[in-house]
């Protein structure tokens, strides 16, 4: 891959995070659930650290961080992807969010498997599993909310 092509890649990336952090910020300010609330304040905050990491990939300056993929149970992989909407159910919302993740994780993953740069293919599996992360994450509060019989 590139120089260029990877810096292209990372921008975007970059981009991304900033859209994720907004779309968690947003979501939180409507949220009526504290713990809802809570947790989608501690996403975004998430969502600004990995653009942090992306923005030091891009100077050059990469800090060492592991980042280890979740068991992932796949519970709403097979689910349709709802639209973005001002009326969103929070089922729905955290349903979005968790899309968004996947299709994040199997970009990166992708990314990964076609670098031949030792470095660069670390770089896109931390990303990837930053991303597995938040998608168990929130697949496990989906779960608890669309399932409280369960508990």
């Not at 609330?37 to 600004?48: C, M, S």
Request: aromatic share 8%; proline share 3%; hydrophobic share 40%.
């Amino acid at each position: 891959m590139k120089s260029e092509d990877l810096q292209r890649i990372i921008r975007d990336a970059i981009d991304n995070e900033v859209e994720a952090y907004t779309f968690y910020r947003s979501v939180a300010e409507r949220a009526k659930d504290e713990d809802l609330k809570t947790i989608f304040l501690e996403l975004a905050e998430d969502e600004k650290q990995h653009r942090e990491y992306l923005q030091d990939v891009l100077l050059g300056s990469i800090e060492k961080m592991e980042f280890e993929a979740p068991e992932d149970y796949r519970v709403t992989d097979a689910m349709e992807e709802p639209e973005l909407s001002v009326d969103m159910k929070p089922l729905e919302g955290l349903l979005l969010a968790i899309k968004k993740e996947l299709h994040a994780a199997q970009m990166y993953t992708r990314l990964a498997g076609a670098s031949t740069s030792v470095e660069q293919k670390m770089v896109f599996e931390h990303l990837a599993n930053m991303e597995k992360g938040h998608k168990a994450r929130l697949e496990d509060i989906y779960t608890d909310m669309a399932y409280p019989e369960a508990w």
